[in-house]
């Protein structure tokens, strides 16, 4: 087909081609890579190698950075932190959005579409402004500066996203499977945990994996709501950024330690990532 | 289907399954807008032992503060430049990313690698690399002759540039990659027809790719336009809304009279002006593309 004619004529639908196609997308591949791969090489550079410049991209690695941040910074403490709050945020609401989500999609009641719609709305809802608030009522009930404060505030959002992405999946779901497996009878919530819930792993698991990824990477709310014992790991990083910048090495090495777990989920979960990413953009 | 009665028989059960979400949200999302809205009308820093009941004035106060109404104005500067930017280079990139090849099939992975790191690692990372003095990309853009003056983000005019240049770099892909799942769903057909009566290359994009692309497009938009009103990190970590207010955006602003000034009164009004503000750009988004993509039984 591409060959003829024809097809030959279908490619130029798709933008440019030959020489200056793999130079435009050479540039962009640059422009995206460059700063994480300044970041990582950075990380295992050492301190003098750093304010060279011209910037050196060939150099001798050294270890010595991340041997300094787990020798020297309570890197463990702030790992464990971004663990319990990215972890407890999950579950929370996966918990909380699936069963609401299952209904939302299967049953029609009154007031259904102002519900979905108010859900929705709060994707639009400015984080700080929740989080005024928020942060007194967490004063007043004496959970600021622990994890459950953050758990709870990072679930708005997440618990949010969970319905709309489940409201999706559960709609597209044929409700004939469910029909059909309980002709002799069972229970609402037995349909939906027996079998409505297994045919919608794919979607459950990339609503744990933006969950995960959300709350792993807040900052906004875990700088307002946690204490130097519950910090996270952005927090713990922003603390080795110098203002002179003598920080560099041990910031960037600390970074990769962070980025790391995600990127290694994301890659072994692509499919759901990049499922979830074009969610609402495709049918 | 009706076996069991009692409470949790069919019709009691649709509100036990969406009863926990929502009793949760009465209580950690509505309760705090709605005291939001009521310490909005108080002089009350956290602290205190006493608020007091100063009506409207904390409102009219906001807007008599050119700070707040500056930050308003940034944040409009910001979300269309961004935005913009984003929309016209990750649309470029779907398209030269539409192929089915190995090569291409690899880069549309790589591309996600922006999207996956945590903003404040972005954010510090480009501080570090357009540090005036010995940043590696100020090295390499002075080097090729442009000037910058003291470095972006020190000079007035350019900082919001710097920040707008980050959110590029962090997001172009997420639209790259939404809209080549809409490429991906599109029909041959038509492409063959304007071809066979003699269409040119950007005809064909102007008239058939665009306008079928276009609910794909405007989703992109409006995930892009809702989070980028959310712009924070950046602007804490890199210039702390500087220099001068330069960069000051709304988050910004009312974070730091909210939390750390504490004056949570003033904040919760200029806050609840935000919010009104952003409850209605949302409502005519939702109203306007994803609840008109269900009734047409399309995508959500």
Known sequence: ?283 | MLSRKGIFSQKYSLYWMMAPLFIYLAAFYLYPLIYSVYIGFYEWSLGDATKTFVGFRNYVSAFQDSQFTGSFLNTAIFVIAAVGIELTLGLSLALLLNRESWPMRILRTVILLPTLITPLVVALTWKALLNPDIGALTYYIRAVGIDIGRGIFVERGLAMAGIVLIDVWQWTSLITIILLAGLKGMPIEPYEAAYVDGASRWQAFRYITLPLLRPTILIALVVRTLDAMKIFDSVFAITGGGPGTATTTMNFHIFKVGIQHLKVGAASAMSNIFLLFSVLIGLFIIRSVFLSARRKGGAV
């Open chain 1, 1 to 283: 087909m591409m060959s003829s004619p024809l097809g030959q004529h279908l490619r130029w639908a798709k933008l440019g081609s030959g020489m200056m196609r793999t130079i435009i997308i050479a540039v962009l591949v640059v422009f995206l890579l460059f700063p994480v791969i300044w970041l990582v090489t950075t990380s295992f550079k050492e301190r003098i190698d750093v304010f060279q410049l011209p910037p050196q991209w060939i150099f001798q690695p050294t270890m010595s950075n991340f041997e300094y941040v787990f020798d020297k910074k309570p890197i463990e403490m702030w790992t464990l932190n971004s663990l319990i709050i990215s972890v407890g945020t999950t579950i929370l609401s996966l918990l909380l959005g699936v069963p609401a989500a299952y209904t939302l999609a299967r049953r029609k009641f009154r007031g259904k579409s102002l519900l979905i719609t108010s859900i929705l709305l709060i994707r639009a809802l400015p984080p700080v402004v929740i989080l005024i608030p928020f942060r007194v009522l967490m004063n007043s009930v004496g959970l600021i500066g622990t994890h459950t404060a953050v758990i709870l505030i990072d679930t708005i959002y997440n618990a949010a996203f969970t319905v709309w992405l489940m409201v999706g999946y559960f709609e597209a779901m044929p409700v004939e499977i469910e029909e059909a497996a309980c002709v002799d009878g069972c229970s609402y919530f037995r349909t939906f945990r027996a079998i409505a819930l297994p045919l919608a792993t794919p979607g459950l698991v990339t609503a744990a994996l933006f969950s995960l990824i959300l709350s792993w990477n807040d900052f906004l709310f875990a700088l307002s709501l946690t204490s130097p014992p519950s910090a996270t790991l952005p927090l713990g990083i922003l603390s080795t950024f110098g203002m002179l910048s003598v920080g560099w090495t041990y910031m960037t090495s600390m970074c990769t330690i962070a980025i790391l777990p995600l990127l290694l989920i994301a890659l072994f979960l692509q499919k759901y990532y990049v499922q979830g990413l074009t969610f609402g953009g495709v049918k």
